[in-house]
């Protein structure tokens, strides 16, 4: 039994980067494909990275370029880092090997890059 945690979502504004880990309870030396799925309302979950022993095999073409996936096997840890996020990145992110889930982290993308300004008051 392999039980898998996520970790690491959150709300970030478009444009910026979050990094997801997957901690597992046990060894991961025997599960050569780990993936991340996602998620987002009202859609199916899809596949987004995908790594096999230590190598990147698949992106979704959504992602491509903005994320990457590795594993750090000595911690039983997989990630996912995330840059440019975009609002359709938004959805709850899961961690798989075989038949074994996490329950997810969830990912938010929205707001702006706005500031939260400054008062200026002139008098006479």
């Known amino acids: 039994q392999v039980q898998l945690v996520e970790s690491g979502g959150g709300l970030v504004p478009p444009g910026g980067s979050l990094r997801l880990s997957c901690t597992a309870s046990?060894?991961?030396?025997?599960?050569?494909?780990m993936n991340w799925y996602r998620q987002a309302p009202g859609k199916e979950r899809e596949l987004v990275a995908r790594?096999?022993?230590?190598?990147?095999?698949y992106y979704a073409d959504s992602v491509r370029g903005r994320f990457t996936i590795s594993r750090d096997r000595s911690r039983n840890t997989m990630d996912l880092q995330m840059t440019a996020l975009e609002p359709d990145d938004t959805a709850v992110y899961y961690c798989?090997?075989?038949?074994?889930w996490g329950k997810g982290t969830q990912v938010t993308i929205s707001g702006t890059n706005w500031g939260q300004g400054t008062q200026v008051t002139s008098s006479s």
């Open positions: 046990t060894s991961l030396s025997k599960h050569y494909i």
């Open positions: 798989n090997t075989g038949a074994y």
């Open positions: 790594i096999v022993s230590s190598t990147p095999t």
